[in-house]
């Protein structure tokens, strides 16, 4: 398996030519089913994505993770339990975004599901944690109640480095048409996404040397970060003028990076080759 590459490819066919149990962490921000883009135009989104999950959790290794992208209703009523284990649903949460209508509450949120391949063999805490909201003093007295010190959770202490994010998200801001890293305006809200986004997922479920696929590349800032990070990557993007953009955005980041702009077959590359 070729790492430091990206290939213009259709995600199914590719994922399929890449060997089984190789990959560390799958970043997959793929259809909604929501908006009228010809990327965004399926079906049933919780059939393509239990075909999906099915797909993923071939390349994951044991104890892999997949971050996968979507609505409320994006996996309901379909069993992806023989591949793979839900931990949690990350909400994260976009109170900048517009009303949307004079008939509902605003939707004002994504869902970004963690899945595990078994039980999840990297969670890192102390990379990922985030100020206290409570102040030392009143914890501390909250930490001496009998109650609590006698009880279930007695033994768990204020930690001064910060805590864990939880899930849900409200800190980590959704791109406006004023941040620096938005590459254009067209991308806003649908494909691009913040990098320290990325990056809360990256230093969460993966480590240094590790193997990072995003099979629905976009504009690469999963795999910028990740490679600024220290990790191998791989990624797929079925638009070509896409996949341009990501190149270019990634050159700088990956200077050994391949790019393949008519993919066919497995590649025969200059990177190391893992299995």
């Keep these: 398996m070729q790492i430091n590459q990206i290939v213009h490819a259709n995600m199914q066919e590719f994922t399929e030519t890449l060997p089984g149990e190789s990959v560390d962490l799958v970043i997959a921000d793929g259809p909604y089913a929501v908006t009228n883009r010809s990327w965004d135009q399926v079906k049933s989104i919780q059939k393509y994505n239990l075909e999906l999950i099915k797909t993923l959790s071939r390349i994951l290794k044991p104890g892999g993770s997949l971050y996968l992208f979507g609505k ?15 931990n949690t649903r990350i909400i994260w949460y976009q109170p900048s975004r517009l009303a949307q209508g004079r008939n509902n509450f605003t939707d004002n949120y994504d869902v970004i599901y963690y899945f595990s391949k078994g039980k999840s063999e990297t969670f890192n805490l102390d990379d990922i944690r ?7 003093v ?13 009880g279930k959770f007695g033994k768990t202490r204020f930690n001064p480095n910060g805590k864990n994010p939880g899930n849900v998200w409200g800190d980590i801001k959704q791109l406006t048409y004023k941040s620096r890293e938005l590459l254009d ?4 809200n649908t494909i691009q996404k913040p990098e320290k986004l990325m990056e809360r997922l990256i230093k969460a479920s993966s480590r240094p ?10 504009t690469g800032t999963s795999l910028k970060v990740a490679a600024e990070l220290g990790r191998y990557v791989i990624g797929c993007e079925a638009d070509e003028t896409m996949l341009h953009v990501a190149y270019r955005r990634l050159q700088a980041a990956i200077p050994d990076l391949d790019v393949n702009y008519d993919y066919s077959g497995c590649l025969a590359g200059k990177n190391t080759v893992l299995a």
């Design 72 to 86: 409320h209703d994006a996996i309901d009523f379909i069993d992806y339990s023989p591949y793979l284990k839900l």
């Design 130 to 136: 985030v100020p206290q909201l409570v102040e030392l």
């Design 138 to 150: 009143h914890r501390k007295r909250c930490e001496n109640v009998p109650s609590v010190k006698n």
């Design 185 to 188: 305006r067209k991308l806003l």
């Design 209 to 218: 040397g590790d193997v990072v696929y995003d099979p629905f590349l976009g």
